[in-house]
Each structure stands twice: as C-alpha cells, then as structure tokens.
C-alpha cells in the first residue's frame, strides 16, 4: 500500500471549512466520499491545516494511504471526475510512509486580498474584502514589520488544542498594491485559530487610520489589542505549504 501526497486547490465559499463535521458540508468529507468512491477505505486524510469556513486555497496538503494499482496521474484524474467544480487536485505523488503534511511542514503561506470602490461587485466580492475607501499601505507596512521574528501571538488567536502554545514564528509580511486592490502575503511556520484574519482586520483599521501603527508591537507585548474583530473569510486563500528536500 502507498502513501500519497496530493495538493488542493479548493473555493471555500460553500464549504464549512476544511475540517469534516456531523452535520455541515466540509471540503474534507467531500474529498473523502471521492476518493471512497475508488475504493479507499482509510478513516481519515491527513491535512496540513485547517482553514476556516469560507476561506479558499491553492496548496492545501493532504496525505493517505492507498492501494491504488495505476499511475498516479490516474489517480489525479479520476479524483477530479468525483470531486465537485470547487475542489480539484493540482498534483499527486507518492511519499515516505512517515511523511505527515502537518508536523513535515516547514511553513504555510497565505495571501489575503482587498478592495476598495463604493458599490460591491459581485464577482470579486467572493475572493476579497471590499472597502469603501483605500488604506495606507505604508502605515500597514511598518504595523506588519513589527510581525516579524518569534512572538507570543494571543492577542491574534488561540491554540488549537486547550494546552496548546500559541508562539509562532513569522519569516515575512508584506503588502502590494495591485491597481485598485492590496493583497498581503504572510509565511510563517504555522498559524493560530484566526490568526491571518484576525492579524488583517487590526492592518486594516490601522491603514485606515482608526489605530495607531503601534496597535501590533503593542499587542505582541500586552498579550492583547483589545479587538477581536476578524477581516471576512472570503479574502483569505492558503497558497503554499513548504516542506523539506526529503518529504
């Protein structure tokens, strides 16, 4: 039997989150019913995290074991005739038996989008946060410098697990202006629960000119900004997760 690794690519818009649940429409549940489909009887794919309801992504990673007889790219396509429009497979391969998509994984990028014009539009409301005005890019700038380096992150979430830390380690944050459009891109060796959404929405305010850019030091010092206000879902995309020359 071999174990596979496979990047996803998914629209979150209609799915609550990543993570199979009871009742709710999960992107994990709908990739496992196609993968039982082709004979998989595994109880559980393993993923490199767990985005939230509503949030997208273009490199999830997920891991099985499989008895599957054919080439992998066989396996690619016949995932992708099960699997609904909003979720494809971008790659398959075959892996170490150890290999594990969470703890392997060196770090995880996001990308968060935004625009700013008076009337919504419908098409890029379902991948960005619009705004009636534009931030300033340089004030949101310098708060995401103070992002960098080994911190204690609870002001911007929680731990996963009750005992769990909540120290993460940040290797860049950086924002580009596209047009009328800002995007923000951070990679990290992992995130907390809200972590991304949370850390955008204080930029944002900050950019907008509603907090003082010291907002971030700050709340890395005091363990708290006193917000806990989240940018919305739909802008936030897991583009990539990095993993070591031997995984």
Not at 21 to 36: D, G, Y
Not at 66 to 85: E, G, T
Not at 99 to 120: I, K, V
Not at 124 to 139: C, F, G, I, M, S
Request: hydrophobic letters at 40%; one cysteine or more.
């Amino acid at each position: 039997m071999a174990h596979y690794k496979l990047i996803l690519a998914y629209d979150g818009t209609n799915y609550n989150g990543f993570q199979r649940q009871k009742i709710k429409t999960s992107v994990q549940a709908t990739f496992e019913e196609a993968l039982r489909r082709l004979g998989w009887q595994g109880r559980a794919v393993m993923p490199s995290g767990r985005t939230d309801s509503g949030v997208h992504a273009k490199g999830q990673v997920v891991s099985f074991n499989f008895d599957w007889k054919h080439p992998d790219r066989d396996l690619q396509k016949a995932l992708n005739a099960f699997l609904p429009a909003d979720i494809a497979v971008q790659s398959v391969e075959q892996v170490l038996a150890d290999f594990h998509p969470r703890y392997d994984a060196l770090t995880r990028q996001y990308r968060y989008q935004l625009y700013w014009q008076p009337a919504r539009d419908p098409l890029r409301d379902r991948y960005a946060w619009r705004l009636e005005r534009k931030p300033e890019l340089r004030l949101m700038q310098a708060a995401s410098d103070d992002l960098l380096g080994e911190h204690d992150f609870i002001a911007f979430g929680k731990a996963l697990k009750e005992d769990g830390t909540t120290i993460r380690r940040i290797f860049s944050a950086d924002w580009t202006e596209e047009q009328d459009g800002m995007s923000f891109t951070i990679v990290g060796n992992a995130f907390l629960y809200h972590m991304v959404r949370r850390i955008v929405y204080v930029l944002v305010r900050i950019g907008l000119g509603d907090l003082p850019v010291e907002t971030v030091r700050l709340g890395l010092e005091r363990g708290s900004t006193g917000f806990v206000s989240l940018a919305p879902a739909r802008g936030l995309c897991l583009e990539a997760v990095s993993f070591g020359e031997d995984r």
